[in-house]
């Protein structure tokens, strides 16, 4: 799903809404998420998820064409993890294929 798929379907929920007044409350959630994230806050969502910041220290790498030693630096990256509703919920929904593939 997209972010216009999200403003759509929203939309279509809540008819009271116009299409623009839809993108601005999709486009305001997601700038407070990520000024959250960007501030160093974790945000839960019961039901959905937490999103946190993790720490990726920093680590020695080789360039791929020479093969000389590049430090990589400290990165700090965010990390969604899911709640037990939404791990449930997508579990249920996926066809379980027990049977391997035709040749």
Do not use: Y
């Amino acid at each position: 799903m997209t972010r216009s798929d999200l403003v759509n379907k929203l939309a279509e929920r809540f008819s009271q809404l116009t299409q623009r007044d839809t993108e601005f409350a999709v486009k305001t959630i997601l700038d407070a998420m990520s000024d959250a994230l960007a501030r160093g806050h974790r945000i839960e969502i019961r039901g959905f998820g937490s999103f946190s910041i993790n720490r990726r220290p920093p680590r020695l790498g080789r360039n791929p064409r020479s093969g000389e030693k590049v430090t990589i630096p400290e990165k700090l990256v965010p990390h969604f993890k899911p709640g037990k509703a939404l791990r449930e919920a997508v579990d249920e929904r996926l066809p379980v294929h027990d049977d391997p593939p035709a040749a």
